[in-house]
Structure formats: C-alpha cells, structure tokens
C-alpha cells in the first residue's frame, strides 16, 4: 500500500510539471525562457539538499555529463516553450508518446528484436501521436509548439538512455541539472525576458518539489517495482495532465484528443508489456 501511494504521488508530480508550466506561461506571470531557468535553478538546488542529507559526492565531471546535461537542457528548452500554444494535458500527451517512441526505435535499432506486437503497439501509438498533431481548429496547440514538444521528448529519451545504467540515478540527476544550469542561461538568457512573483513561484515548485523531490521519490520507489510495472504506471501521467488541465485550466477535452490518447497508451502498453525476444532469434 505504501509503495502504491508512493507511486501515485509521483506520477501527479510528473503530471504537475505540465500543467504548472502552462499556468505560468500563458497566464503572462513569466515567460518561458524564464521559468526554465528558475526550474532548472530549482531542482538543482534541491536536489543538491538531497544529496548532502543522504551523503555522496556530486559527479559533474562524470562520465557522459554532457549528454546528460545538454539532453536535460533540450527537453526544458522545448517543454517550457511549447506550453505557450499547447494545453497541458496535449503537452503531456505528445511528450510521453514522443519519448517512448525514440525509445523503442533506438532499442531496435541496437538489435532488439521487434515481435509482431511490440511493432503494432508502436504502430497504434505512433498513429495516436499523427491524430494528436493534425492541425485543426480547436485542438488546444499547433505545429510549432508541438514541434517543440517534441524536440523535448526527443531531449528526454536520450536522457533517460544515457543515464540508463548509472550506479547513483539521484546523484547523476543532481550533476545534470548543475551542469545543464550555465548552458540554458547560455542559450535562453536575452531580452524580453521577466517574471512576476506568482510566476516564480510556479517556476520554483515545478523545479523543487515536482521535479527535484518527484525524481527523488521516484528513485526511491522505481527498483521495489517489479518488471514492466514501471513504464506501465507512467501511462497515467498524460491522463492525470489531462484531466488536470480540464479542472484546474479549463482546457477542453475534445473527442479527437480522447481517441488520441486512447490510441497512444494503448499502443505504448501493448509495446512495453510485450515479452522481448532476442537479438539472434530465429
């Protein structure tokens, strides 16, 4: 019960990060660029906290850091961004899909071998992700944010496989983040920037508390989760954006988003829960 509860907390922590964004930016208490920063700034601080309460060194000259780092970068670059025309629950859609996608492209790519129904979940999801995309009037979005949405779960996928692996997942997510800092004040710091304090605020607590302290929980409860349970739970995240971004956003939930997400979790819990067969099978 209590890994359960665990579990949902994170995944509406996740989901928070969405919606959180889409209110700052379109409400005008910050712009994009803005918030990014202040998120990043954020989670770093806070999960450095973590680290020196728990013990252990912060890796930023570690192996792979600026992948990481630059991944990181990429994904808060065009999720902030793209919140300026996409509502929260399509954001969220759009960034899960894209990210699972990559991830199994590059999985076969690296020679796992597809069986028939991993290839037609990928199919499903991929055709969900086609409908979520089509231009029409109403949808909530268009081309350009999530174009830049998808740049973001692109960024994601190849930060979640970099740091596929790493024997201290909390301590390398912390580097990331100090190391990714200077690089966004790089590319995003400029004019038109600014920030209201309700839009700090916004800022602040998708960088600490449901980014930080969400992967921090996350952490703690991913390796008493068993097989494929993972990547399944993470489906409710879209649908938690969703529905939070209707009650809480007042963003509509139109028929072709609905058949979108159908398809898109659909397709992506047909994929993940699918048995691998190896590389060599014949």
Not at 89 to 97: E, K, N, S, V, Y
Request: overall charge positive; charged content about 5%; glycine content about 12%.
């Amino acid at each position: 019960m209590r890994i359960l509860l665990l579990t949902c907390i994170t995944m509406v922590a996740f989901a928070a990060n969405s919606v959180l964004n889409r209110l700052a930016v379109d409400s005008g208490a910050i712009d994009p660029s803005s918030f990014a920063m202040i998120r990043v700034l954020a989670g770093a601080v806070a999960l450095c906290m973590i680290l020196t309460v728990r013990g252990g060194g912060l890796p930023v000259a570690g192996r792979g850091r600026l992948v990481g780092a630059a991944s990181l970068a990429a994904y808060m670059i065009g999720f902030s961004l793209a919140y300026v025309t996409l509502n929260a629950g399509l954001g969220a859609l759009i960034l899960f899909g894209t990210v699972q996608v990559v991830m199994f492209a590059w999985s076969a790519l690296r020679g796992a071998a597809p069986t028939a129904r991993q290839l037609g979940g990928a199919g499903i999801a991929f055709a969900g992700l086609v409908l979520a995309l089509w231009p029409r009037d109403g949808s909530g979005g268009d081309l350009v944010g999530a174009s830049l949405m998808i740049m973001a779960g692109i960024g994601w996928a190849i930060y979640t496989l970099a740091g596929k692996g790493s024997a201290d997942p909390l301590a390398t997510t912390a580097a990331n983040f100090v190391v990714a800092m200077p690089m966004l004040l790089v590319l995003l710091f400029g004019t038109g920037l600014h920030a209201a304090p309700s839009g700090i605020a916004l800022a602040i607590t998708s960088g600490a508390v449901t980014s930080g302290l969400g992967y921090a929980l996350w952490y703690h409860v991913l390796p008493q989760l068993r097989g494929q349970t993972a990547p399944v739970v993470q489906l409710s995240v879209p649908i938690i954006a969703i529905l939070a971004g209707a009650a809480l956003l007042g963003e509509a939930i139109t028929l072709p988003i609905v058949i979108a997400t159908i398809l898109v979790l659909g397709g992506i819990a047909l994929t993940v829960t699918a048995p691998t067969v190896p590389a060599d099978h014949r």
